[in-house]
C-alpha cells in the first residue's frame, strides 16, 4: 500500500493531486493530527509531511498534506510574510504558473493587484509563451515565475522578457530545481527522451539542470541578485519543523 501511494505521487501530475487535495484536506488533519511538523501557509500541524517526488529527486516528509505546498512554497511564504512589504504596500503583480496553494490567498490581498499567466492553464487569467510576453514594457512591481525555466527552450530569452515587464525598482522570485553539487547548469538538447531526461535533469519534462550559475544567468539578463538564506533568520528548531530544504535560497531579482 505504502509503495502504491509513493508511486501514485509520483506520477500524477500536480494539478490534480491539488485537485485531490480539496478532498484529502477534509481528513487530513485527523489522519495525520499531531504536532511534529507544521506549515506556515495552511497554519496547520502534522505528525509528519509526505513524500514528494520522481524516482531521482524523491524526498521523504515534505509535501503538506492539507494545501500540498512542499519545501521551496513554505520558504517562499516566510520571506514574503516576514521579509518583505508584499502583504502590505500596493503591488501589480504577475505571477507565472501559478501555484494553487498560492492562488486564492494571493487573491484575497486588497493591497494586490493581481494577474496570473501560463501557457495553457486553465487557472491563469492570460495565456501566453513565455519567450514573447505580449505585454508593455515596465509594467509590474512583483513578477513570481516559480519552477517554469527549467521546462522552457531558451531560459536566457525567458529572462529576458520577464525583466522587461518588470518596473524599475520592482522586484522578483524565479526559483528553480538547483543541483547543489554543479559548478555549471547542465543541458542537452538532444536528450529527448522523458526517462533520459528524468535521470539527468530530475523529471521528464525538464530540459536542463541548474548549477551554481543560477545567479549569473539571472544576473546576464539584466537583474540585481540577492539571495536570501533563511538559516540566520529562524531558530534550528523552527526551520526544521516547517521541513525546510537545507540548502535552498531563495535568488531575489529585482531591476534598477
Known sequence: ????????????????LIRLSYVFRIFAPLVYKGDKVECPVCEKKFRKFLSYGSKVAHREGVLCPYDLTLERHRLMWLYLKDHSD???VPKKVMHVAPEQCFLDLFKKQKNLDYTTGDLVSPIADIHFDLH????????YDVIFCNHVLEHVDDDHQCMTELFRIMKPGGWGIFQVPIDSTRAETYEDPTITD????EKHFWQYDHVRLYGLD???KLRAAGFEVNPFDYHDKYPKEQYERMRLHPDELIFVVSKK
Do not use: A, G, S
Request: no cysteine; charged share 35%; glycine share 0%.
Open 194 to 197: 522523458p526517462d533520459e531526461r
Open 86 to 88: 508584499f502583504f502590505t
Open 214 to 216: 543560477y545567479p549569473d
Open 132 to 139: 514573447k510576453i505580449p505585454l508593455e514594457d515596465n509594467t
Open 1 to 16: 500500500m505504502k509503495k502504491l501511494y509513493k508511486y501514485l505521487l509520483r506520477v500524477i501530475p500536480r494539478p490534480w
